[in-house]
Structures are given as structure tokens and as C-alpha cells.
């Protein structure tokens, strides 16, 4: 499984990004999908994750500023960005976990940069 995430950029506080992740090398759904974020000197976070194509967890600091959503068909996972703040910056990663397996697959990070 290869994951390709894009949509980072950057962007001035309060402003908005949509970033993009597609799965590719399974035919089979990955219905355990979500975002991670490493900001420079931290640990990496979670951000906000679909557990079972339905289940939804956010981290507190981007509770109702942020949208996780799934294309199942296309085993794309988004995360929609709003109100951004400077400290939203960071490298976001996608992360998949296998239905069968429950291996973790990561993919390249996406770099986030909110200016104030």
C-alpha cells in the first residue's frame, strides 16, 4: 500500500487548506484512514482519524475547525483546515491501517505553514 498525500501550503492565520491522501496498491477498502502532524521539535500528533468508515476522532485543538471525510471508493482520505493558526504548522502525514493485517502504512507528509 503506497500512500500520496498533497494539499499543504502555505497559508496566513485563519486561512484555509484542503489536504489529500490516496491510497494505491490494495484493491481492498481501507476503512481505518486519518492525519497526523509533526511540528519541529515535537512529537508527532494525531489530528483527527476514521476508525471503521464511520468513527471520528479529532484532537482538541482542531475540534470544529477541521473536517476529516473519506471517498471509500477511492480510498481517499481529506482533511478540510479552516481558521488555521501559526500553531497548526508542522509536516502532516497520512496514515492507513490495513483491515486485515493491521499494519501501519504512512505516507510522505505534506508540509503545513500558517504565517501570522
Known amino acids: 500500500v503506497q500512500l500520496q498525500a498533497s494539499g499543504g501550503g502555505l497559508v496566513q492565520s485563519g486561512g484555509s487548506l484542503r489536504l489529500s491522501c490516496t491510497a494505491s496498491g490494495t484493491a481492498i477498502r481501507l476503512n481505518d484512514m486519518g492525519w497526523y502532524r509533526q511540528a519541529s521539535g515535537k512529537q508527532r500528533e494525531l489530528v483527527a482519524f476514521i476508525i471503521s468508515g464511520e468513527n471520528i476522532n479529532y484532537a482538541d485543538s482542531v475540534k470544529g475547525r477541521f473536517t476529516i471525510s473519506k471517498d471509500d471508493a477511492k480510498n481517499t482520505v481529506f482533511l478540510q483546515m479552516n481558521s488555521l493558526k501559526p500553531d497548526d504548522t508542522g509536516v502532516y502525514f497520512c496514515?492507513?491501517?490495513?483491515?486485515?493485517?493491521?499494519?501501519?502504512?504512512w505516507g510522505q507528509g505534506t508540509q503545513v505553514t500558517v504565517s501570522s
Open positions: 496514515n492507513a491501517v490495513h483491515p486485515i493485517t493491521r499494519r501501519d502504512f
